[in-house]
């Protein structure tokens, strides 16, 4: 073999030496780009990718934890559980069936869903996960039985008890309990819903909304050691769940159930609302039309809430905190105390009322059309003269009104603790050139007065102008919540009753409406007359709203008895007519009903 | 005196690199221990008996003179290539690819020898034609040699191997003191070649071309490798979890775990620290390699000693690379610490040259 005869330069022994330096460098480099690397995710990432580890090798199972009872004051039950039965699937155990195509048409058919809804949600979810997927709820006992027997053949199906609403009243106050659901895609999203997890049942409505997280109580959970085929390891923890606390409201059921039932004789569509003034307690809260709440126990019945979405008269929302209204002659109260308040008018102030009243070319008219003649203030509220109060406004200017409007906590929500409450407008000048770009009519002064044109309430905001009379001058916060229980009747915490707003105004003024309203009742020509009762004095206010979309609204709101008053009633019919004829008879019955048979009984 | 020769033979071993080649078949037993903890546990003791071989070999290798290696090169690729084509035809499958021959008990995969076999082809060749070694017919000549058994690998298929070869051949020409314009033309053809390799790619590869540059796309297939090796690692944070204390190595999230993805067991079970540590070991070895490269007076010994490191240094590079995300999956082992016979039996015959060349060059110093 040649030998090698190696010649080398110096320069090309050098080059060499620089050539290996620099594959060293290139070492180095590659070194650090692999060390930061590290760094980022061990030390920067390091939290983030250690949760992500243990979501992977951790299942969770939840255990439901059943939702609190809700009572009515006196301790009947208004909405309570009972057991039910749902379908689930174990994708780890169903995923290994043969035939799962197969599998799956035949659990639709069982269940009378589309197969492509159970495929749905077993791809929503990990592949191989211990978790169960519900399928349906409540499940009929034909289902059951089916299904027990399909539990031989096909692997994977679980079959699991809970609990399910049950509402021994049906549809009797139901916009005051509200409905309950699976969380829906829209409200996952929500940021306000981070902590609702999907298959969630949440309160969509009403006291189950509102008091969602005292009622849900805390939900329990198994956490599972899985390894990467899902298999289960272990059980690492168990958290038991905490069932919920229960609600007792302060509604009497069987005020509501009589309220409804009246409004239901005549199919009269509007709100009942009785309240105790001195405690600011929700007596009874009717709107109608309303929903069967039976309907919503387990799944709901997609046909029947089709049908409530589809409806015109919208029997899903609870007018007395969504609705709004015209205050309408009521808030003649509102204006009385400020003419009088401001020394417009004192009591011997009278005005002609002709029966129409001219602004320029404008004609106002009275509702008695051949006029009240000269009338006082006691007459003005008594008989409701609207001409009395349409020169009163002109006197205060919108000014004033607005000034009194919101000093009797109109345009501002009463804070009741319930969803959704509305807050109704009280107009200004510059509220009206905002809204139209229009300038402030004398016109609108005149309707507003009499408490109609741009002025809007919600019933609750009504029987609060109401309240603050029969209370000689200050409104509790209305509240449903009486207190908070557990299952033994032990009280967590009662609803502490506090005042929502006091008129700085002169008591011997306030009084003086009272006694007008007291005259609305009693005196022959007063308009609430059909509300008279003859053991016990009755004061209020009539109201009939004129309204575009057809006959007028009749309402009456009240309160007795007069020294000491127990109740405050708003009877508020959408199209009824007139509020002396149709509403004042109404409010009648319930405060006849609620003082002389269920304050009786107590006694 | 027995004694004094034993004296004399250490002296002649460099410490440094013996040290570290140790160390890392130490962490290799406990990181393969740990990833087949709750598996097979015989692979355990199958890797053990591959060091000791592997070591015997590197130990006899240290006493052959390099230059005699160079020498039988053609003999070697020869055979290699037949060895090759007779795998392509018999051999046994595993994981979809054909890349092992069964020899008895165990097997062995042909293509990890190539690593050294084809380097020391080239540098005889680059020797024998000494100054014109680098005119273009030769340098055609040169790379028909690395093609020929590159695309009997590709045919396995093994990407990761093939196309581990070519950088090295860049290494050899640019260590053999090729003008640098000429390496920049040839990178040029080579680069212009590459669209067209796409073309030859398996379905399954293109698939992880995608997923390295999006594992998010294919979360449960493809992607699912790339993301459980990141989370392992990640989630080792700066401690780790503790020997068999992954969970994500423990119950088996991590795919092939005690090949390819060994450093995701380690990462995750020994935290950011044990993985700089086994940085740290790697980056003196590959630097120790890099000095005796730079003491031996000879241009066979230094283009085959910097064609060995950098085998060392690419398995790393890629290997760990693939395993934190910044490299696309491919079949490359982590020097030392993967499991598998080839690999650490080539790995520890390469340590075994760079030691045979500190030799010839210690005893010539004398």
Partial sequence: MKKYNIFENIKDIHRRFLRVKFLAWITSIIFIILLARLFYLQIIMGNIYNKMAEANCISIVKKTAPRGYIYDRNYKELVINIPSFKVALIPFHFLKNENIEKAIVELANILDILPEEIKEKIQQERQYVLEPITIKRNLSEKELSLLEEKKFYIKGI?????????????????????????????????????????????????????????????????????????????????????????????????????????????????????????????????????????????????????????????????????????????????????????????????????????????????????????????????????????????????????????????????????????????????????????????????????????????????????????????????????????????????????????????????????????????????????????????????????????????????????????????????????GGDIAAPLAKEIIEFYLKEIKNDKR | MIKDNIKKYFFELNITLLVCTMLLILIGLVAIYSATFSGIKFYFIKQLIWYFLGLIFMFIIFNINYNLIIQAANYFYILFILILIIVLVLGKEIMGAQRWLKLGWFQIQPSEFMKIIIPITIIRFILIKQNKAFTTANLLKIFFIVFLPMLLILKQPDLGTAILLLPLVFIILFIGNIKIKKLIIILFILLSLLPLSYFMLKDYQKQRLYVFFNPEIDKLGAGYNVIQSQIAVGSGKFLGKGWLRGTQSQLNYIPVKYTDFIFAVISEEFGFLGSFIILLIYFILIMECFKIVNLCKFAGGKMLGAALTSIILFQVFINIGMTIGIMPVTGITLPLLSYGGSSTLVILISLGILQNIYKEYVKVEK
């Avoid at chain 1, 809970?162 to 929500?190: C, V, W």
């Avoid at chain 1, 159930?257 to 009942?272: C, D, R």
């Avoid at chain 1, 001219?358 to 051949?370: A, D, L």
Wanted: proline share 4%; glycine share 8%.
């Fill in chain 1, 158 to 578: 679980s079959i699991e008890q809970e609990p399910k609403r049950k509402y021994p009243f049906k549809n009797t106050a139901a916009h005051l309990l509200g409905y309950i659901s699976e969380i829906t895609k829209e409200q996952l999203i929500d940021s306000r819903y981070k902590k609702y997890k999907a298959g969630d049942i949440i309160g969509q409505s009403g006291v189950e909304k509102y008091y969602d997280e005292i009622l849900r109580g805390e939900d329990g959970a198994v956490y599972i050691l899985t390894d990467a085929k899902g298999s289960q390891i272990k059980n690492l923890n168990e958290i038991n769940f905490k069932q919920g606390k229960n609600i007792v409201l302060t509604i009497d059921i069987k005020l509501q159930k009589f309220a409804e039932q009246l409004m239901e004789k005549y199919k009269y569509k509007g709100v009942i609302l009785a309240e105790e003034p001195s405690t600011g307690e929700i007596l009874c809260m009717v709107s109608k039309p309303d929903y069967d709440l039976t309907f919503f126990s387990g799944n709901i019945d997609i046909k029947y809430w089709k049908k409530l979405l589809r409806d015109k008269d919208n029997p899903l929302t609870n007018k007395v905190v969504q609705g709004i209204y015209s205050p309408g002659s009521i808030f003649k109260i509102v204006v009385g105390i400020g003419g009088l308040n401001e020394k417009i008018i004192d009591l011997n102030t009278s005005y002609l009322c002709e029966g129409i009243y001219w602004i320029k070319t404008w004609p106002y008219k009275c509702w008695r059309r051949n006029g009240h003649g000269y009338v006082n203030f006691f007459r003005a509220i008594a008989e409701s003269c609207d001409i009395y109060f349409y020169k009163l406004g002109l006197k205060m200017k919108v000014e004033l009104l607005h000034k009194y409007a919101l000093m009797f906590g109109l345009s501002e929500k009463t804070n009741i603790d319930l969803p959704g409450e509305k807050s109704g407008i009280v107009p200004s000048r510059e509220w009206k050139i905002r809204m139209s770009r229009l300038p402030w009519f004398p016109g609108n002064t005149v309707m507003m007065s009499i408490g109609q044109g741009y002025l809007s309430a919600t019933p609750l905001q009504i029987l609060n102008l109401i309240n603050v009379i029969a209370n000689n001058g200050y409104v509790m916060q209305p509240h449903v919540l009486k207190a908070i229980t557990s299952n033994n009747r032990k009280i967590y915490n009662l609803f502490e009753n506090i005042k929502l707003f006091e008129l700085n105004i002169d008591k011997n003024t306030i009084d003086l409406m009272k006694t007008a309203m007291k005259k609305v009742v009693n005196s022959g020509a007063g308009t609430g007359k059909k509300a008279y009762i003859t053991d016990i004095t009755v004061a209020g206010k009539t109201a009939t709203v004129e309204n575009p979309h057809g006959e007028t609204h009749a309402m009456f709101a009240g309160f007795a008895p007069y020294d000491k008053p127990k109740i405050s009633v708003l009877v508020l019919i959408e199209h009824g007519g007139g």
